[in-house]
């Protein structure tokens, strides 16, 4: 399956059967991935494909168990990210890694100094700033502070600081999901330039628009191996997307309406959201969430469906747009308001926005219950202990007791916890981004049928997956977005794989007819 | 890791005698203490002894009190040496009459006590709105006070010492209740009380949420601003009363003097009583625990013939190797 | 964009206009205010002030505090005057090794056993406040008058306080740091993105612990000047000097944070604080109304208070602005 750099150019960089394995799961198996001398080479993938992993393998951030790397015609080691860079190979990762209070010169020239006698020699340091932001045709004053520029200058003086260090082979990890259409335009004129030059790009990104645009090859990685490499123009979107989700192109079009949705009884509105905006993530996403219903949001990464969740739950601000709750004008400040209106909302990210690792089972199960578990400000513990067991019970979660820190649960557990939370609260609507992610196959069943019966009981559900069987089976209805728009709403037999992909891939359902 | 083994590791976890050995580390090290002086102080087993340290460390843990449920939700308040000079400046104010003239004693006193606290309280309120409503690191944000408070002590008494010799306010410093130091009661029942609302209370429950993932309790509907600005509210209610216990004690008030380094001393307190300074994890029994320690080392050096000097030696030891304990215990 | 510029602008030059202000005030306003006396006193007095919040302004630039820097001074000053009688060199050298060994020990703690900087310099504010007690045994250690060691702090060269000139040194040699080594960019590196100066290669932990040893050094050689300045090494000075000298650094429009500061606003940030004691007696001196000297801390508390508000409102700008 795996392809073979183009004869008429040289291969720069070949990463073969990479394998690695964190606390003895594997991340990368068999892995692979070739990138020719000049050529930006996109690296597409999932959530858990293994492309950060390949990166930080390739960079020295992790070391790898098995595979060789060839690098410029000889093996390859990079002991760290730094050693990388003095061998040739930048990164220039998502949030950018750079100074920002300080000038752009110095981000620039940060680690290789000029100086004259002892002191830096400040005036042929800004002379090649500016030469090297020149190449871009951007014409600044480097002497400014990082911060003062927008997000797509502060991205080129990351790769003016890379081209400064002689780098051959430039990995850009979704460079463009902060910027907008004009910045991103910049971007590729950017890269074409480096590829003119004989550099090489490895191009990380989930809008296929823009792979199209820029790549020369695109390598497709799932489960930790490398599905297929192939030129950008011998693939289709449709192939693209289905490769990445593992399906096969053939059998998709066949077996359009294999997979029906859910069929449940669905009340009235419970929340209508119309016309939603914030920044350039979410720029018009409409959609609706009836009682005992469950909504599917699906999306490639950085299609604003996260974002899209967290102004309905108040936890971000909404430039413009109308939300509606059981049919009143409903406008939350903060999560509070929502929660008071009987929203519930499960974060993505278990550790950063989700458990309280240091509390117990009980604490963290009833964290949004306890202002109704208290009498004048005193938790009634027996009342506590008992809803808690009864959810320990309900859900099936697994662990010593109540009063076991929940840090020391497993992912499954934990999401379970983090669920009870909401389930404990009565509410009218849930909200679920990611409910199943990382977490192991059995708990995932669980976590899936739990849902399901809360529809069943009249809940409404509103649930973000990147995994296209859990949105499609456990769905009543599915809204698409695509780049910070809802460009599909499709329910009943319309449900299916082909018509999901399609969206995500074209921004509207209706299958092309192109290369088919 | 499956299920399964994440079950069976916790249960035969327990049996292991270092995490406990380290979870208790503190009162394993006063312990030891008290037991070292048993042994080699001369008269160290007496009502006098007891009497003496408690109310050395008294008000250290009054307002170690405050600082340990401040540093639970992440923060610190270094204002609180001078909060207790505001204290310690509003109450004669009102009792000698200098500022208002009230006629009955009684009444004088009780109404200064009562303002002297919820002033003091007032600042601290004040520091949490900085903390909240501006986003400045609560390090800066208690700075301020820390500057400008023990200069509004000093300006409200213009500087001036005020002696008194007064019994009906002096009690809370010098009275004892069945033998024990007033103070000392104090002590205890903030320690009691806080430590409860800590366990038990909706309240504590926030405090130790917000200090455990602040962005997680926010999305959980903890109002996150309202209860910052309570804590440091009641830290700045616990300086105002250590700061009428240190003025009765000396029968007088000096605003140059009241509550000086006390910052330094209640944090250490809570550091050594095994509170996690990032926060999220806090016991107030600890910082009692913290407090006796530091006390007690001084204590046992002196009673042994070492000076003074070198007691602080060991107890800027203490701080790091308690703290850096801790690290390796998470690690 | 534009706004934030012009408020980033005010915060870097708004303490050099505040400065501007209130020496023309002062110069307005009272007959002597800019006397040879009055202007060497100041000077005199405050650099041992600026000396450390200099350090201070390292340590804060790379997102650290040294709470130290008082009881070091005072171990300094301990330490020069014990050796005091062996001249002016000996005396100063002495204790500004003090100073350093402080300095070591911080940076060790904080660096290798990576303990909070908060943490590691409050146990050495008590060490070294322990140390300077135990050698001084508990009370000042008067100077030798014999020899040259009292002319450092007392003594004048061209006009000027000699304790002035070592603070105008100091700075002038701190400014060219910060600016035109890698070591200082690195410095302002660290403060504003330690993981990201990681991976830019740079010697992270090395400049971790150089400015906790810098700031020891300076708050030695402080030590220095107040012994030879007052006659004495004085075990017991130097209280609050550490905040004193983190307000400074903040008013100076160095973010608390890291990654942003400058030297010479630091400077500038010293003698605003320390002017605003002197206007004081000077209004006193007038007669009009009686402002007592205590209204100095709650004069610098709500300069302070204006700076930290100020900033809060600018990087909360920028925050937004930059995305």
């Known amino acids: 399956m795996v392809g073979t750099a183009s004869p008429d150019l040289k291969e720069l960089l070949a990463m073969s059967n990479i394998g690695k394995a964190f606390a003895g799961i594997p991340a990368l198996r068999n892995a692979s991935l070739h990138v020719a001398a000049g050529e930006v080479h996109a690296l597409v993938g999932q959530n858990g494909a293994g492309k950060s992993t390949m990166i930080k393998v390739l960079t020295g951030y992790v070391k790898r168990d098995s595979g060789d790397i060839m690098f410029d015609g000889a093996p390859f080691e990079a002991r760290s990210p730094q050693d990388a860079q003095a061998k040739g190979i930048s990164t220039i990762y998502q949030e950018i890694n750079l100074v920002p209070y300080r000038s752009i010169t110095e981000n620039i020239c940060l680690g290789r100094e000029k100086r004259r006698f002892g002191l830096l020699d400040w005036g042929s340091m800004h002379d090649e700033a500016r030469s090297l932001m020149g190449r871009f045709k951007i014409d600044i004053d480097v002497r400014k502070p990082l911060l003062s520029f927008n997000t797509a200058t502060q991205q080129m003086v990351a790769i003016a600081r890379s081209i400064g260090f002689k780098a051959k082979l430039v990995i850009m990890d979704e460079p463009t999901s902060s910027l907008d259409e004009r910045e991103v335009k910049v971007l590729f004129d950017v890269i074409n330039q480096l590829k003119a030059s004989g550099i090489s790009v490895i191009f990380v990104s989930h809008k296929l628009d823009e792979l199209y645009a820029v790549c020369d090859r695109v390598t497709i990685m799932r489960d930790g191996q490398t599905v297929k490499t192939s030129s950008m123009k011998a693939i289709s979107k449709i192939e693209l997307v289905a490769s990445m989700l593992g399906r096969d192109i053939a059998q998709v079009s066949k077996s359009a309406t294999a997979f029906g949705g859910r069929k449940g009884n669905a009340g009235e509105t419970l929340l209508q959201a119309d016309n939603l905006s914030a920044g350039h993530k979410v720029q018009d996403v409409s959609l609706s969430v009836k009682r005992g219903e469950i909504v599917g949001l699906a999306g490639l990464l950085g299609a604003g469906r996260t974002e899209t969740v967290r102004m309905v739950f108040g936890a971000d601000k909404m430039r413009s747009g109308n939300l509606k709750l059981a049919d009143k004008p409903f406008q939350p400040q903060e999560p509070i308001d929502a929660i008071k209106a009987g929203i519930g909302f499960s974060s993505e990210d278990r550790k950063l926005e989700g458990i309280i690792p240091d509390m117990s089972v009980a604490e963290n199960l009833t964290l949004a219950l306890m202002p109704q578990l208290a009498k004048a400000g005193i938790l009634d513990e027996a009342q506590q202990r008992k809803i808690v067991e009864k959810f320990i019970t309900r859900l099936g979660i697994k662990c010593s007791g109540p009063d076991q820190r929940i840090r020391e649960l497993s992912g499954g557990n934990q999401q379970k916890v983090l669920l009870a939370r909401w389930l404990a609260m009565n509410p009218k609507l849930l909200i679920l981004d990611e409910p199943t992610r990382g977490i192991d196959v059995g708990a995932k069943a669980e976590i899936q049928t739990i849902v399901k019966e809360l529809a069943d009981q009249g809940l409404g559900v509103l649930m973000i997956s990147s995994e296209l069987e859990e949105v499609i089976e456990g769905s009543d209805r599915v809204v698409v977005l695509r780049d910070g728009r809802s460009v599909a709403e499709l329910s009943g037999k319309k449900i299916s794989e082909a018509a999901v992909m399609a969206a995500m891939a074209h921004g509207d359902h209706i299958a092309p007819e192109e290369k088919a | ?331 | 964009m534009k706004k934030s510029a012009i408020l980033s602008a005010l915060s870097s030059q708004g303490v050099l206009i505040a400065l501007a202000l209130l020496i023309l005030f002062g110069w307005l306003r009272y007959d002597n205010f800019l006397d040879p006396f009055n202007v060497t006193s100041v000077l005199r007095y405050n650099s041992m002030f600026a000396l450390v919040a200099l350090g201070m302004c390292f340590v804060i630039m790379t997102g650290g505090i040294d709470l130290s820097v008082g009881s070091t001074a005072a171990l300094g000053s301990v330490v020069s005057a014990l050796f005091s009688q062996h001249g002016m060199l000996v005396g100063t050298l002495a204790g500004v090794a003090a100073g350093l060994c402080v300095g070591m020990i911080n940076g060790f703690v904080i660096v290798k056993l990576r303990i909070l900087p908060f943490i590691a310099t409050l146990a050495a504010m008590l060490a070294a406040n322990g140390t300077a007690l135990l050698l001084a045994q508990d009370q000042s250690v008067s100077v030798s008058y014999d020899g040259t060691f009292v002319n450092l702090g007392q003594g004048d060269l061209f006009g000027l306080p000699i304790p002035a000139w070592i603070g105008i040194i100091a700075y002038i040699v701190g400014s060219i740091v910060l600016n035109f080594t890698a070591t200082g960019r690195t410095v302002l590196a660290i403060g504003g993105n330690e993981d990201a100066s990681r991976l830019m290669g740079l010697p992270v932990d090395r400049v971790k612990f150089m400015v906790y040893v810098l700031s020891g050094g300076l708050s030695g050689l402080a030590g220095v000047i107040l012994a030879s300045q007052f006659g004495a090494g004085q075990p017991i000075e130097g209280v609050g000097w550490e905040l004193f000298a983190i307000a400074s650094v903040v008013v100076g429009g160095t973010l608390l944070t890291g990654g942003v500061g400058s030297v010479g606003a630091t400077l500038a940030g010293v003698m605003l604080l320390g002017l605003i004691f002197n206007v004081l007696n000077f209004e006193n001196g007038l007669g009009w109304i009686s402002l007592s000297a205590y209204w100095q801390s709650v004069i610098r508390g709500l300069f302070l208070l204006a700076v930290v508000i100020l900033q809060s409102r600018l990087t909360s700008k920028e925050a937004t602005g930059a995305t």
């Open chain 2, 1 to 331: 890791m499956s299920d399964a083994t994440s079950v069976k590791a916790m249960s035969t976890g327990q049996s292991n005698l270092a995490p406990f050995l380290l979870k208790n580390a503190s009162l394993l090290a006063l312990l030891a203490l008290i037991i070292f002086n048993v042994l080699f102080t001369n008269h160290f087993v007496s009502i006098q002894t007891l009497n003496v340290n408690l109310t050395q460390v008294a008000t250290i843990v009054i307002v170690g009190v405050g600082m340990t449920l401040v540093i639970a939700t992440g923060g610190i308040d270094l204002s609180v040496g001078s909060m207790m000079a505001i204290s310690g400046a509003i109450a004669p104010l009102i009792f000698l009459g200098t500022a208002v003239k009230i006629g009955e004693i009684h009444i004088a006193v009780a109404v200064g006590m009562i303002v002297a606290v919820l002033a003091a309280g007032a600042f601290g309120w004040f520091n949490g709105w900085l903390i909240t409503r501006f986003r400045i690191q609560p390090i800066i944000a208690t700075l301020v006070l820390f500057i400008a408070g023990r200069g509004i002590a000093q300006v409200s008494t213009n500087g001036n010492l005020q002696p008194f010799k007064l019994s009906q306010f002096q009690w809370i410093g010098l009275g004892r209740w069945f033998g024990v130091p007033v103070q000392v009661i104090i002590m205890v029942l903030l320690v009691i009380a806080a430590a409860w609302v800590l366990k038990r209370s909706l309240f504590g429950r926030q405090i130790l949420a917000i200090g455990g993932n602040e962005r997680a309790a926010r999305l959980s509907g903890i109002p996150v601003a309202s209860v910052k600005r309570w804590v440091y509210c009641i830290s700045g209610l616990c300086s105002g009363i250590a700061g009428l216990v240190v003025i009765a004690i000396n029968s007088s008030s000096d605003a140059n003097l009241v509550g000086l380094g006390m910052e330094l001393d209640a944090i250490a307190a809570v550091a050594v009583g095994g509170t996690v300074l990032n926060g999220g994890r806090a016991t107030v029994t600890g910082t009692l625990i913290g407090a006796l320690i530091i006390q007690l080392v001084r204590y046992t050096l002196l009673s042994n013939g070492v000076p003074d000097d070198v007691a602080k030696l060991v107890k800027a030891l203490l701080i790091v190797v308690a703290v850096w304990l801790q690290r390796q215990g998470r690690s």
